[in-house]
């Protein structure tokens, strides 16, 4: 079960790219370009999130212009590439916005994501995450990286925090 006060409190979403964003496959094609598949209704919750001012950034191990373009599309700025310790670029983003811990919302896949879930007032390891992942997550999501997995946990944010009315509106005008 979810505890509802620990997902109000959250007023930042970091967020891991490959098997979260995406499903975890990098394909290279001859020119050597790479491409990635994302899902286009995380792209929609994180856009929600935004509308109600919930701070988004991106925390990834790897360098990728694909994750460059997606994140300049959904105009997330703070964006963390060829983090060796995700926690330094974790701690770059609490001190930017003085959030404490508890204020942070983490969704991750694998082991190089555990010092921040350790950290963060909300980890949620996708459903596919490694298994270290998921036992020190407070929620394992139902859909799979790739697959509407942060959608799910934006929603699940908006929904908690009474900004889910707020975030859709504009659809029912």
């Not at 697959?147 to 908690?160: P, S, T």
């Amino acid at each position: 079960m979810v505890d509802n006060n620990r997902i109000k409190k959250v007023k930042m979403l970091i967020i891991d790219v490959d098997g979260v964003l995406t499903d975890g496959r990098i394909v290279w094609i001859d020119s050597a370009e790479e491409i990635k598949f994302f899902n286009v209704q995380d792209g929609v919750g994180i856009v929600l999130a935004q509308r109600v001012g919930l701070k988004v950034a991106i925390i990834s191990a790897r360098k990728s212009k694909v994750t460059e373009i997606r994140a300049k599309e959904l105009r997330i700025e703070d964006v963390y590439q060829s983090t060796e310790s995700k926690l330094v670029a974790y701690e770059k983003l609490i001190d930017k916005y003085k959030l404490a811990d508890e204020e942070v919302a983490y969704i991750g896949d694998d082991l190089h994501d555990l010092p921040v879930f350790r950290r963060v007032g909300f980890a949620a390891a996708v459903a596919n995450a490694q298994e270290e992942a998921k036992q020190v997550s407070h929620y394992v999501t139902e859909k799979n990286g790739g697959e509407g997995a942060v959608r799910e946990v934006v929603n699940m944010i908006l929904k908690a925090k009474g900004l889910w009315d707020k975030a859709v509106e504009k659809y029912y005008t």
